[in-house]
């Protein structure tokens, strides 16, 4: 390894964005080190990987104290028991913090989410007290908030909605939510979460990574439906009955397709940026995935 090179350390480092973020980022400039629990994994030139747990931080601080930079990935997303999100993604984000704040130079990039609020459920309100942390952590730190993804896991989020809505039939579709969807390529996220990255001058700043383009859940719908010639019938939930699906999946788990806090998360109010530069639309996404 080159002495040259900064050493990146990374949580989360699984997921199918961050495995695109370091593809963009330059190996001549940088050395992987990405957390991980299971001890099956190979070592290459440019990605190492440490076995440890978030939460055990004996694990792995001797890895990331001589490290310049943390991308902090890691968070509970979906999850029943919502005292998890709080464990993990507010008190895991603060145990890298005290290790982080031995070394001062270290720069941390925290992924959190468009959602993060007090008013988004237990998720977006764990990620909002974990940005908080970053935010009065005296550390250089950039907090990057990424909107709804696509083309990434076909088998949930936005990605399942889209094959649900171009295989046709009964569709139903959460309406009166007051903050529009901005779906974003998981390349083109990626792209620009690696430049913010690189852009060792953006300091202290939370950024957001979305697209342009406005789409509720019908003109997602309608869109895939009508780009793969499906016909679909569209069931509109309102929010009292999407509250009473939360209701009966906190009676019932596993029953209903969703954890309980994403309709909070659903129904709060987002924030967006705008002018974003995409090289992959939902429009063109969906053509592709006809074609196949």
Known sequence: MSANKQRVFITGGSSALIQKVIGFLPKERFQFLMLTRSAD????????WVVGDLMNPASYENRLISCDLIIHAAAVTHTYDEKQYFE??????????????????????????????????????????????VAESGLPHVIIRPAEIF???????????????????????????????????????????ANIVLSENVVGKTLFVNGNVPYSFRDLINEASRVCGRSVFVIPLPKPAMQLLAALSRLFPGNFGIVPDQVARLYSKKEHATGSVQTISLHDHIVSLCQK
């Open 41 to 48: 994994r190979e070592i290459s030139g440019e990605i190492e």
């Open 88 to 133: 993990v993604n507010l008190e895991g984000t603060k145990t890298l913090l005290n290790i982080a704040k031995k070394n001062p130079r270290l720069r941390f990039v925290f992924i959190s989410s468009r959602t993060a609020s007090a008013e988004s459920g237990a998720y977006g309100h764990s990620k909002l007290l974990a940005e908080i942390e």
């Open 151 to 193: 083309g990434g896991n076909k088998g949930e989020g936005i990605d399942k909605a889209i094959i649900n809505a171009m295989n046709g039939g009964v569709q139903a579709c959460p309406v009166g939510v007051q903050s529009p969807m901005y779906p974003i390529h998981v390349d083109d996220a990626a792209r620009m979460i």
